[in-house]
């Protein structure tokens, strides 16, 4: 268990711009933070970071919370695990509790898993420094690599030697299980029942999510036996799927955000030379065909790829559909081809980083250049292949969903055929046509219809306004608490009997709400609105406590949640809310006394109109239905005086509020 105080101290320390940081390319905005939401799929950014606040809000989908609930919903672990990663990020010590074997039994799946995976990196990387095989056969190829003992480290790379069982018999002994070791991929079953590891005989590349935590390994080989494969690799588990991982990503993630540009490689040896070199803002598909998974997660931090190929034809042509694939997720895409026999690994071990980064900006041409070139030399003096390589290239600029970046390559694509650029807009959008009545297929298909993106502004505009339409006024009461609360009202009140004379005092507006609500004998409707603020006043009366982090971190994720809801400040009343219940709300900048009281006085008003209107009704009904059986109860004398008693409330209520009732 953390202590309550250690916990404190995480979250006072966590800045939530930092964290969310990690993850996702954030652009200011005012005074908050904007980006592309990491957990639904969109164009147009709609998630909104608020340092102020310390809470993210998307809008699109709805997700929302402090520092800790975004690395539980991202990463996908536990509140203890959320703490202890923004523990390390922070620097806070955490000590922890010896765990009891049945302790360790009760842990999470998901968690085993890592714990598993974490120890074998471990035991591998020890056995890189410490054995003597580990020192002479694994270290000796990294160093000839030109890798330092530093980038080792960093990188965590390891050893595995020529033994059947050397991880699985280390690792049970430690109290690991063989079944898991199994889940991970890290131990084959036999047919007889037994185990075996996987990685023998091999150097190893831990691979690390997005958080840092390692999911898998790439073990290479380093005899020249050709029967046995050169990688071998982690198979699909819970916690690693190859699709939807780079190689580097965790060490890549800040330099990408700063130089605003990705470095894609094929192999984790050009990532760790790039890196060691300098260039730290690179990552690898490890060898894989990449994919929309892939690309999804660098769009995260960036819109630009540079693609780094080596000088094999016949790979780069197998690789063209990557191209397409970004292309088709919106990004902007450059390749740069290294010499002949050249690869970015051996290239940065004979260069530094200004001389690569001259190397790669020199040669980084657009996919048109770069696809061109690369093909046309094999229909250079045949027509119809000409002529399909022209439609080809069509086809990838018709992948591209924006159409002024469209229309440029077309152009461009024009020039260097010389064909003119109408024929190409006339191939151009027969493809666009043909695409999106195929869409408009497969989406009637669907029991549901998926809208397009709106512009941001618009986007932004629709879900603020429908957002504050349906907003209870009981949340709008809750929210001029939650905002104003600490402010300070001067009001005036009487010194003598016939109030003639009055004196100024100064109250605090939750302290003013509070009164009136007492006065009224006023209670929420809504249970968790009543839970929001009771918990308020308690908080109100530690001065060193934030109130703010104590609903965005409350243990209730409904109250959390519903807190973010109301506190948003970015909306704004519609012309129809101001003319149903007469309220005009100031806009959180506004601090004017008499716009704020006739605001809280009228959402209070409205509350309690709203309340009589639904007694009177419930009384009316009662009375129609003793009447229709012509009862003599002698309640229906007095349930005919408590509705002429609520019923001059409603009017003196209705009234106030300037409403006039018939």
Same mark, same amino acid.
Request: include cysteine; charge should be negative.
């Given at each position: 268990?953390?202590?309550?105080?250690?916990?404190?101290?995480?979250?006072?320390?966590?800045?939530?711009?930092?964290?969310?940081?990690?993850?996702?390319?954030?652009?200011? /905005?005012?005074?908050?933070?904007?980006?592309?939401?990491?957990?639904?799929?969109?164009?147009?950014?709609?998630?909104?970071?608020?340092?102020?606040?310390?809470?993210?809000?998307?809008?699109?989908?709805?997700?929302?919370?402090?520092?800790?609930?975004?690395?539980?919903?991202?990463?996908?672990?536990?509140?203890?695990?959320?703490?202890?990663?923004?523990?390390?990020?922070?620097?806070?010590?955490?000590?922890?509790?010896?765990?009891?074997?049945?302790?360790?039994?009760?842990?999470?799946?998901?968690?085993?898993?890592?714990?598993?995976?974490?120890?074998?990196?471990?035991?591998?990387?020890?056995?890189?420094?410490?054995?003597?095989?580990?020192?002479?056969?694994?270290?000796?190829?990294?160093?000839?690599?030109?890798?330092?003992?530093?980038?080792?480290?960093?990188?965590?790379?390891?050893?595995?030697?020529?033994?059947?069982?050397?991880?699985?018999?280390?690792?049970?002994?430690?109290?690991?299980?063989?079944?898991?070791?199994?889940?991970?991929?890290?131990?084959?079953?036999?047919? $007889?029942?037994?185990?075996?590891?996987?990685?023998?005989?091999?150097?190893?590349?831990?691979?690390?999510?997005?958080?840092?935590?390692?999911?898998?390994?790439?073990?290479?080989?380093?005899?020249?036996?050709?029967?046995?494969?050169?990688?071998?690799?982690?198979?699909?588990?819970?916690?690693?799927?190859?699709?939807?991982?780079?190689?580097?990503?965790?060490?890549?993630?800040?330099?990408?955000?700063?130089?605003?540009?990705?470095? @894609?490689?094929?192999?984790?040896?050009?990532?760790?030379?790039?890196?060691?070199?300098?260039?730290?803002?690179?990552?690898?598909?490890?060898?894989?065909?990449?994919?929309?998974?892939?690309?999804?997660?660098?769009?995260?931090?960036?819109?630009?790829?540079?693609?780094?190929?080596?000088?094999?034809?016949?790979?780069?042509?197998?690789?063209?559909?990557?191209?397409?694939?970004?292309?088709?997720?919106?990004?902007?895409?450059?390749?740069?081809?290294?010499?002949?026999?050249?690869?970015?690994?051996?290239?940065?071990?004979?260069?530094?980083?200004?001389?690569?980064?001259?190397?790669?900006?020199?040669?980084?041409?657009?996919?048109?250049?770069?696809?061109?070139? @690369?093909?046309?030399?094999?229909?250079?003096?045949?027509?119809?292949?000409?002529?399909?390589?022209?439609?080809?290239?069509?086809?990838?600029?018709?992948?591209?969903?924006?159409?002024?970046?469209?229309?440029?390559?077309?152009?461009?694509?024009?020039?260097?055929?010389?064909?003119?650029?109408?024929?190409?807009?006339?191939?151009?959008?027969?493809?666009?046509?043909?695409?999106?009545?195929?869409?408009?297929?497969?989406?009637?298909?669907?029991?549901?219809?998926?809208?397009?993106?709106?512009?941001?502004?618009?986007?932004?505009?629709?879900?603020?306004?429908?957002?504050?339409?349906?907003?209870?006024?009981?949340?709008?009461?809750?929210?001029?608490?939650?905002?104003?609360?600490?402010?300070?009202?001067?009001?005036? /009140?009487?010194?003598?009997?016939?109030?003639?004379?009055?004196?100024?005092?100064?109250?605090?507006?939750?302290?003013?709400?509070?009164?009136?609500?007492?006065?009224?004998?006023?209670?929420?409707?809504?249970?968790?609105?009543?839970?929001?603020?009771?918990?308020?006043?308690?908080?109100?009366?530690?001065?060193?406590?934030?109130?703010?982090?104590?609903?965005?971190?409350?243990?209730?994720?409904?109250?959390?949640?519903?807190? /973010?809801?109301?506190?948003?400040?970015?909306?704004?009343?519609?012309?129809?809310?101001?003319?149903?219940?007469?309220?005009?709300?100031?806009?959180?900048?506004?601090?004017?006394?008499?716009?704020?009281?006739?605001?809280?006085?009228?959402?209070?008003?409205?509350?309690?109109?709203?309340?009589?209107?639904?007694?009177?009704?419930?009384?009316? $009904?009662?009375?129609?239905?003793?009447?229709?059986?012509?009862?003599?109860?002698?309640?229906?004398?007095?349930?005919?005086?408590?509705?002429?008693?609520?019923?001059? @409330?409603?009017?003196?209520?209705?009234?106030?509020?300037?409403?006039?009732?018939?």
């Amino acid at each position: 268990m953390i202590r309550k105080e250690t916990i404190q101290n995480i979250i006072d320390a966590t800045r939530i711009e930092e964290v969310v940081g990690d993850f996702v390319s954030l652009k200011k /905005r005012g005074v908050n933070y904007i980006g592309l939401c990491p957990f639904h799929n969109e164009k147009t950014p709609s998630f909104t970071v608020s340092p102020a606040k310390g809470f993210y809000h998307c809008f699109g989908c709805g997700k929302g919370g402090g520092s800790v609930d975004f690395v539980m919903e991202h990463e996908h672990v536990t509140y203890p695990d959320a703490l202890r990663y923004l523990a390390e990020k922070y620097h806070i010590e955490i000590v922890d509790e010896i765990q009891t074997a049945e302790e360790k039994l009760m842990q999470s799946e998901l968690e085993t898993l890592y714990s598993v995976v974490s120890y074998a990196q471990k035991h591998f990387t020890e056995n890189l420094f410490n054995t003597e095989a580990g020192i002479a056969i694994g270290m000796t190829y990294f160093t000839e690599r030109g890798f330092n003992k530093e980038i080792i480290r960093k990188f965590q790379l390891g050893f595995s030697p020529e033994k059947w069982d050397d991880l699985s018999k280390n690792a049970t002994e430690n109290g690991y299980s063989i079944e898991y070791l199994y889940k991970t991929g890290l131990a084959i079953k036999k047919d $007889d029942g037994g185990f075996y590891d996987r990685f023998r005989d091999r150097v190893i590349f831990p691979i690390h999510n997005l958080s840092g935590r390692i999911v898998g390994f790439t073990g290479r080989i380093l005899s020249s036996d050709k029967n046995k494969p050169k990688y071998v690799n982690s198979p699909e588990s819970d916690i690693y799927s190859k699709g939807k991982t780079l190689y580097g990503i965790f060490f890549a993630k800040s330099a990408i955000v700063a130089n605003n540009n990705c470095y @894609l490689v094929e192999g984790n040896t050009d990532v760790i030379s790039l890196y060691q070199s300098g260039i730290e803002n690179v990552v690898a598909s490890s060898g894989t065909a990449l994919t929309t998974d892939q690309i999804k997660l660098i769009k995260k931090f960036t819109q630009n790829i540079t693609i780094l190929y080596d000088g094999d034809e016949a790979g780069i042509k197998a690789s063209l559909r990557g191209i397409d694939m970004v292309l088709e997720e919106g990004l902007n895409v450059k390749i740069v081809l290294f010499p002949e026999g050249e690869d970015p690994d051996s290239y940065a071990r004979k260069h530094d980083a200004l001389q690569i980064k001259k190397f790669v900006t020199d040669n980084a041409v657009n996919f048109i250049l770069f696809k061109t070139k @690369l093909l046309l030399d094999e229909v250079q003096h045949d027509p119809i292949k000409k002529a399909e390589l022209i439609k080809e290239i069509v086809r990838t600029i018709s992948l591209i969903p924006e159409p002024i970046h469209r229309s440029l390559y077309i152009k461009e694509c024009g020039e260097l055929m010389q064909i003119p650029e109408q024929s190409l807009l006339n191939e151009l959008n027969k493809l666009i046509r043909k695409k999106f009545k195929k869409d408009v297929s497969e989406s009637s298909d669907q029991e549901t219809f998926v809208l397009p993106d709106f512009q941001e502004t618009a986007a932004e505009q629709q879900f603020i306004q429908k957002r504050y339409d349906s907003l209870p006024l009981e949340q709008h009461l809750l929210w001029l608490i939650l905002i104003y609360g600490e402010n300070e009202l001067t009001l005036e /009140r009487p010194v003598d009997e016939d109030q003639k004379h009055t004196e100024t005092f100064a109250i605090k507006v939750s302290d003013y709400i509070l009164k009136i609500l007492q006065d009224e004998d006023f209670t929420f409707s809504d249970a968790k609105l009543q839970q929001i603020f009771d918990e308020y006043l308690v908080q109100m009366q530690h001065t060193e406590t934030d109130e703010s982090q104590y609903f965005i971190n409350h243990p209730d994720k409904e109250i959390a949640k519903l807190y /973010r809801e109301i506190i948003n400040q970015i909306y704004y009343l519609s012309k129809n809310w101001q003319d149903k219940y007469k309220i005009t709300t100031p806009v959180h900048e506004d601090n004017d006394r008499e716009i704020l009281v006739k605001d809280i006085l009228s959402t209070i008003n409205a509350i309690q109109l709203n309340r009589v209107s639904k007694e009177l009704s419930e009384i009316e $009904d009662q009375i129609k239905a003793m009447q229709k059986e012509n009862a003599e109860d002698p309640e229906l004398m007095i349930l005919m005086d408590t509705f002429l008693k609520k019923n001059t @409330l409603k009017i003196k209520i209705s009234a106030m509020l300037g409403r006039v009732i018939n």
